[in-house]
């Protein structure tokens, strides 16, 4: 069963504009991260969160974290065409004693020039 | 630089077909996963190895089998191909714990007819 779940499915924005993505998940946590998809590719790791922090920045991403409401959320500021991927989070789960790695559905990020 | 290479990037088999996908890290990591990725699904996990000839089961093993002799070779089977497979096939690998990105391969795009 699919642990993270991203909202909303697509988004679709004006090249420059902000872009946020949101991912609820259903168990507890002690990481969370989050990956970018270009079209027909594998995923390629953007950031990742401690269950112990509550926001973190990398270049024009910032990630936030909210253990209580089991939700994080990734915004892409100063949107660019190139950003236009599809958006994973996935938090870390255990199985029988052994890690594992649960995604969501993923966003699919259009930036519109 | 990490690199996660499977073995094809495109496939096209016939029903009822054995079908090996492979997948080699050269970062000496202990977790290795196979997932397939269908559009409104998401990633969903097949199996996944944490060591040696070590295995366990995903969210949707059916049809599928694994092997894992060496620590660099993770290899997905489908016993006997079905049209239900047709699928983007994705291999991971990852330290353990989970605590770090994980490293994706470029995916198998398979087609069975």
């Known amino acids: 069963s699919q642990q993270g779940e991203e909202d909303p499915q697509a988004l679709s924005i004006q090249e420059g504009e902000n872009a946020t993505m949101n991912c609820s998940y259903k168990?507890?946590?002690?990481?969370l991260q989050w990956y970018r998809q270009n079209s027909g590719r594998g995923l390629v790791h953007l950031i990742l969160?401690?269950?112990?922090?509550r926001e973190k920045h990398s270049g024009r991403l910032r990630v936030t974290l909210d253990t209580s409401k089991k939700s994080s959320s990734l915004l892409i500021t100063a949107s660019r065409a190139a950003d236009t991927a599809s958006y994973f989070c996935?938090?870390?789960?255990?199985?029988?004693?052994?890690?594992?790695?649960?995604f969501g559905q993923g966003t699919r990020l259009t930036i519109n020039p | 630089d990490v690199k996660v290479t499977q073995s094809s990037r495109y496939l096209v088999k016939r029903t009822g077909e054995k079908v090996f996908l492979e997948c080699v890290q050269d970062?000496?990591?202990?977790?290795m996963f196979w997932y397939r990725q269908d559009p409104g699904l998401g990633l969903r996990l097949i199996y996944f190895?944490?060591?040696?000839?070590?295995?366990e089961k995903g969210d949707i093993p059916e049809g599928y089998s694994v092997s894992r002799e060496k620590k660099e070779r993770f290899s997905l089977i489908l016993e006997s191909a079905s049209t239900n497979q047709t699928s983007m096939y994705l291999c991971?690998?990852?330290?353990?714990?989970?605590?770090?990105?994980?490293?994706f391969g470029q995916g198998t795009r398979l087609t069975v007819v």
């Open positions: 996935a938090t870390d789960g255990v199985i029988q004693g052994a890690q594992k790695l649960v």
């Open positions: 168990t507890s946590i002690n990481n």
């Open positions: 969160i401690r269950s112990n922090e």
């Open positions: 970062m000496d990591h202990e977790n």
């Open positions: 190895s944490y060591d040696v000839k070590m295995k």
């Open positions: 991971a690998t990852g330290d353990v714990p989970m605590n770090t990105e994980a490293f």
